[in-house]
């Protein structure tokens, strides 16, 4: 009787989880951290019977201008003024450097240099009046090359600051706006000359310029102590 009543009790379980109902399970799928969870089931989610799903959008095509290389030229100038510095009275050397630093060629270049404050320009190439100052002119200038201008000047007074200022500019066809340099040298009043005086070693030595501005005072040297 009791393996009867044994047998009988699991028979009776497995009749009872027959009644049950049974759910299905299905899996779903976690966001990850930072996404709207909406979105993310709206992903998840198939569309809506009746409505198809849209196609992605199709490329646009358009054309643009073709872009052509200027070949443009790039122009730099360099100026010296000798001597340094320039006594009243006396007369410069100008020097202006004109360089294409561009692999393409210049044309149509056109060198100015006007007149400086207490100054006379000088005949010479270039030359366009006392108080005009220079232009030249070359049709071409090769890339990598540079073209090598002179002048000569006579300072006639002292300029204002006593600095002898030169404004050189060159312009060049394709080249937007002239390109520009200064440069110069020091007015001083009188001739330079050299002057000599006698040196005592062991003695201070006092050298005065002719005009007194200029004073160099060169003083005994002190023995060490001890």
């Not at 100015?112 to 100054?119: E, I, K, N, Q, V």
């Not at 600095?163 to 007015?187: D, I, S, W």
């Amino acid at each position: 009787m009791r393996h009867v009543r044994r047998r009988a009790l699991p028979l009776f379980v497995i009749a009872l989880l027959g009644l049950l109902p049974v759910h299905n399970a299905t899996a779903q799928t976690i966001p990850p951290a930072g996404q709207n969870t909406a979105s993310a089931l709206a992903q998840l989610a198939p569309p809506p019977p009746g409505i198809a799903t849209p196609p992605p959008p199709r490329p646009v095509q358009k054309t643009v201008a073709s872009v052509t290389d200027p070949h443009l030229p790039s122009l730099t100038l360099d100026l010296t003024v000798t001597p340094q510095p320039i006594a009243i009275g006396d007369t410069a050397a100008v020097t202006v450097t004109v360089t294409n630093q561009a692999p393409d060629p210049a044309a149509d270049l056109k060198v100015t240099l006007p007149t400086p404050d207490g100054a006379a320009a000088q005949p010479g190439p270039g030359f366009v009046s006392a108080a005009g100052g220079w232009q030249w002119t070359q049709t071409r200038l090769d890339g990598g090359s540079s073209a090598i201008l002179t002048a000569t000047l006579h300072l006639t007074q002292a300029p204002q600051g006593n600095a002898l200022l030169l404004h050189p500019a060159v312009t060049a066809t394709g080249v937007p706006r002239p390109v520009e340099e200064v440069g110069g040298a020091v007015a001083v009043q009188g001739n330079l000359q050299t002057g000599t005086i006698p040196f005592v070693p062991g003695a201070s030595t006092v050298l005065r310029s002719g005009n007194g501005a200029v004073r160099c005072t060169s003083r005994r040297a002190r023995r060490p102590s001890g």
